[in-house]
Nanobody, 123 residues
Framework: VQLQASGGGLVQPGDFLRLSCVVSGGTFSNYSIAWFRQGARKEREFVAVISWGGGTTFYANSVKGRFTISRDNAKNTVALQMNSLKSEDTAVYYC?????????????????WGQGTQVTVSS
């Protein structure tokens, strides 16, 4: 299974970005997909996850109400809509996949990872 993340960039506080993660090489609908991020000199942290069926989502408290995760099983794609961006959202964002089962917010659970896309929020 391969994951390709894209959509990062440089934006100002209050702006929005939409990240995409395209998954190939497996049966997309069998995988729960999560986004993690890692800022400079910080540990990798959970951002959001969507279950393999799409019916369940969880968000980190720091992004709840601002970020929305969604999936399109027809296009093998998961999107992360990020609104009202803050400087503290600056990080490399990674998408990750794990097979069917209870969804997890722990990065160690995930078997497959994309290469990451840089998001920088700065005035």
């Amino acid at each position: 299974v391969q994951l390709q993340a894209s959509g990062g960039g440089l934006v100002q506080p209050g702006d929005f970005l939409r990240l995409s993660c395209v998954v190939s090489g497996g049966t997309f609908s069998n995988y729960s997909i999560a986004w993690f991020r890692q800022g400079a000199r910080k540990e990798r942290e959970f951002v959001a996850v969507i279950s393999w069926g799409g019916g369940t989502t969880f968000y980190a408290n720091s992004v709840k109400g601002r970020f929305t995760i969604s999936r399109d099983n027809a296009k093998n794609t998961v999107a992360l809509q990020m609104n009202s961006l803050k400087s503290e959202d600056t990080a490399v964002y990674y998408c990750a996949a794990v097979g069917m089962g209870p969804i997890s917010m722990s990065w160690s659970t995930y078997n497959y990872w994309g290469q990451g896309t840089q998001v920088t929020v700065s005035s």
